[in-house]
């Protein structure tokens, strides 16, 4: 779609503002930030990741926690270093939407409670969301081959 003439000094600086390589690690940092806090949480609180297995019905609890851990720690990591970032990405939004779907089940609870958890589910769509989509961009940027089509990596 052509951009208007009139939109081309504002989409400028729009450009400059969200290029640098710093800004575009903090948005992958802030989109991996639960993940992150959720990972080392459970990690330095195993006790608690069993806890939370238990709450969420799975069993056996040690092995889910410690997948839930790797998964949530090991692609943050590769959605961050670049390589492999796709991988990553698709891991946590598959993750992501399981999750919403396992601990925001609106659907099956009475008001007010509904509302709040409709909220989070929804919410976590739009996050598994940003994470396809950064997937697509490395995909089709080719930016964790190194063959960026545009020359910079995301």
Sequence with gaps: MAESASNAPLTALARRLISPAPVRFLALLAVCGAYI????????????????????GLTPQAPFAVAVIVLELGASALILSGRLRWLGALGLAGFTVLAA??????????????????????EHLGLAGAFVLVAWYDLVHGASTGTSLHGRDL
């Design 101 to 122: 779907f396992l601990a925001n089940r609106f659907w099956a609870m009475a008001p007010p409670e509904s509302t709040m958890a409709a909220n989070a589910f929804f």
């Design 37 to 56: 806090q959720g990972g080392l949480t459970k990690a330095l609180d195993f006790n608690g990741a069993l806890a939370e297995m238990t709450h969420f």
